[in-house]
């Protein structure tokens, strides 16, 4: 799929800070759709918009799914947003692209339906069977860090999964399934989740990529747990509690399975029966790879898998926690994150994954000694390398924050290259760094910046093409940064050059890096 244009009349977040806005997505004519990927990259300034936009796109799809069907999205984050979304898509997954509208209006004085509109000028509405082949098939968030802006959406989706687990568990029909979420978040807290997944199933390829610059050799061990009658989480009602298994969290039969595969897969395991704590230890060789290929076909389906029994690390928190994230959503259009776990509190976590190392005279690598970087990179790429669905759309905020500057200059190019066969996806990318649109077209860049008086965004295309441009010229561009050195630095040669004190000059001379201003300090000289 490919954004195309979104025209919004009413956010109801981020204090209006899109209202009004009409914000064209660039690209060419036809969306760049013969190519699988074709990024968008927003960059600008902090408070700038860059992350709220990220933030609306994730609550209209929700609230589309959430329309269309409760039971895979239950929550709406943004029950009062108003838009004209437009987008190509392949309705079929991999033919021919098709050009719709998502559009929400007021009808009278209330939020109205939201309704689909094709090309030929057919309205689909949601709750049809048609509806659901116009959406994006999965809708992927990553932020880098606490950003409760791009979270929120995701994490009323996560929440209202936990829930429906606890409800369907202590329900009628033991064998419910409770149908996976549209929006899934990625952040620190799955990292490991993501990791495992592909160094056990991945392509051989993929796991090569990922482990290429941690200068570790392939995953060697790791542990896992799940508790589920600890003193955090919450207790069956006596009820119920007469008629189950469990003592504590209560499990639909699919977790039941999961658990199953679990003990089948792993190299040994352990139950304590008071606690029902889990414990499951993978001693990984080809064999273990196997296993595990028995059960899952592939990286995203074992991934799906474990993020489920990490998705009621929601139930550790405390209700009142969990009751105010609701209310916040629904009251105030803004949600601090709420608090994770404690290691040894959480439902479902990894303890431990080592790695063989690249030297024989080395000792195991633990996956926690690893850098910011290094986990950041793994985790970005990995997801993308694993979610192949045609119609997927990934919301990436900041996703090479904590690479040195040498990783972010091949980061677009690593992207490219894990790439593959797969079909059209969308993918949208903020940043602060002139890397990543060193390495775009023009038409693929965005800039951010947010008026002062009105408080407005302001969104444009560069002025200047951005492929091969250096990184002095795109923060002018972008940031509106003239000179090429640090602030402080461009004082103290602002302030020789007006000097005539030949031997402050010079002194000041000697002091400085190579640069441009160092040459003007030259010529200052000579003169």
């Not at 499990?251 to 029966?273: G, H, M, N, Q």
Request: with cysteine; charged share 30%; net charge negative.
């Amino acid at each position: 799929m490919r954004l195309r244009f979104l025209k919004i009349e009413k956010s109801a977040a981020a204090g209006g800070l899109f209202d009004g806005a009409e914000i064209w997505f660039g690209r060419n004519v036809d969306g760049n759709t013969s190519q699988p990927l074709a990024p968008l990259c927003l960059i600008g300034p902090n408070g700038s918009g860059k992350s709220q936009l990220l933030q609306l796109i994730a609550e209209i799809f929700q609230a589309a799914w959430h329309e269309h069907d409760p039971k895979e999205e239950r929550r709406s984050a943004n029950e009062e947003v108003l838009f004209d979304l437009e987008y190509t898509i392949s309705p079929d997954g991999r033919g021919e692209t098709e050009t719709v509208r998502l559009v929400r209006a007021k009808k009278g004085n209330k939020v109205g339906a939201i309704a689909l509109i094709r090309d030929e000028g057919d309205i689909i509405k949601a709750g049809t069977p048609e509806f659901a082949k116009y959406l994006p098939s999965i809708i992927i968030g990553y932020t880098s860090g606490d950003n409760e802006t791009l979270s929120l959406p995701f994490l009323a989706s996560r929440s209202g999964y936990a829930d429906d687990v606890a409800r369907a568990a202590l329900g009628d029909d033991p064998d419910e399934v409770v149908p996976n979420n549209r929006l899934m978040l990625v952040d620190y807290a799955t990292n490991l989740e993501v990791v495992f997944s592909n160094l056990i199933l991945g392509p051989t390829r993929v796991r090569e990529e990922l482990l290429r610059h941690a200068n570790v050799g392939d995953v060697a061990s790791c542990r896992c747990v799940v508790r589920l009658a600890h003193s955090v989480v919450p207790k069956a009602p006596k009820k119920q509690a007469e008629k189950s298994k469990r003592k504590g969290i209560q499990l639909t039969a699919e977790l039941e399975e999961l658990i199953d595969r679990l003990k089948r897969t792993a190299t040994c395991w352990s139950v304590d029966e008071k606690t029902e704590s889990y414990v499951f230890d993978f001693f990984v060789t080809e064999a273990t790879r196997e296993a595990f290929s028995h059960f899952w076909d592939g990286a995203l389906p074992l991934y799906k898998s474990l993020h489920k029994l990490a998705l009621l690390n929601d139930l550790a928190i405390p209700r009142p926690t969990r009751e105010r994230l609701k209310r916040e959503i629904k009251d105030r259009r803004f949600a601090s994150r709420p608090p994770q776990p404690q290691q040894e509190q959480m439902v479902f976590a990894f303890e431990e994954v080592k790695f063989w190392p690249k030297s024989q005279s080395s000792s195991a690598v633990d996956y926690v000694s690893l850098s910011d970087g290094e986990h950041q990179q793994a985790l970005v790429l990995g997801t993308y390398a694993m979610v192949r669905d045609t119609n997927a759309l990934f919301l990436l905020d900041e996703p090479e924050s904590h690479f040195n500057p040498k990783w972010r200059v091949k980061f677009f190019q690593r992207l490219i290259d894990m790439t593959g066969d797969r079909g059209n996806q969308e993918l949208l990318l903020t940043t602060h760094a002139p890397f990543v649109p060193s390495d775009m077209p023009s038409e693929q860049v965005i800039i951010f910046t947010r008026d002062q008086e009105t408080g407005k965004v302001e969104v444009k295309q560069p002025p200047i093409e951005t492929y091969g441009a250096t990184f002095d010229r795109i923060l002018e561009t972008c940031f509106d940064i003239h000179p090429t050195h640090s602030f402080m630095a461009e004082e103290k040669i602002e302030e020789l050059l007006k000097s005539t004190d030949v031997e402050k000059v010079e002194t000041g001379f000697n002091e400085l890096g190579p640069s441009t201003g160092k040459a003007l300090l030259a010529d200052h000289l000579r003169s």
